[in-house]
């Protein structure tokens, strides 16, 4: 295992999670007026992929451990690119937020086993450092969302 390749491999997968859970904040007027969605249906495009993420990310932890982080770090991002590319085909509001949904089951998937991943690749005592580079990544995306 390439520690770098690791690293750059992991932070990558975080930043996308984190990033997607924010940055349909400002597409969601243009949503609700190209889909003639509600407010409340523009709303769960956000809250379905956060409640999806959130709630899956222990198991989806688990599942890194019993099958290996990297398989299933592949498997997430692979479906979530799978969901990115089904939300822009969307033909309406329902499909987006249940694609919404989906795209947060795969981001559950990857976010875990980015630190798994991490954990295989560095010894403990230079662990510190690429955890505080993840770490500070996902910050810097779940605030740069809206921007």
Same mark, same amino acid.
């Given at each position: ?29 243009? #949503?609700?007026?190209?889909? &003639?969605?509600?407010? %409340?249906?523009? /709303?769960?495009?956000?809250? !379905?992929? @956060?409640? =999806? ?45 249940? #694609?919404?949904?989906?795209? &947060?089951?795969?981001? %559950?998937?990857? /976010?875990?086993?980015?630190? !798994?991943? @991490?954990? =295989? ?27």
């Amino acid at each position: 295992m390439n520690p770098r390749l690791t690293l750059a491999s992991s932070v990558a997968g975080a930043v996308i999670v984190a990033l997607d859970g924010t940055v349909l904040t400002l597409a969601q007027p243009t #949503l609700q007026r190209e889909l &003639g969605a509600s407010f %409340a249906q523009v /709303q769960w495009t956000s809250t !379905g992929y @956060l409640i =999806a993420v959130a709630g899956l990310l222990v198991f989806a932890g688990r599942l890194g451990d019993r099958y290996g982080h990297h398989r299933v770090f592949g498997i997430g991002m692979l479906g979530f690119g799978a969901a990115s590319a089904g939300i822009a085909l969307a033909p309406g509001v329902g499909w987006v937020v249940g #694609l919404r949904v989906v795209q &947060g089951v795969f981001g %559950a998937l990857s /976010q875990p086993a980015t630190l !798994g991943m @991490l954990r =295989a690749a560095y010894p403990p005592d230079r662990l510190r450092t690429p955890i505080a580079v993840r770490t500070a990544a996902i910050g810097v995306a779940a605030a740069a969302g809206p921007v």
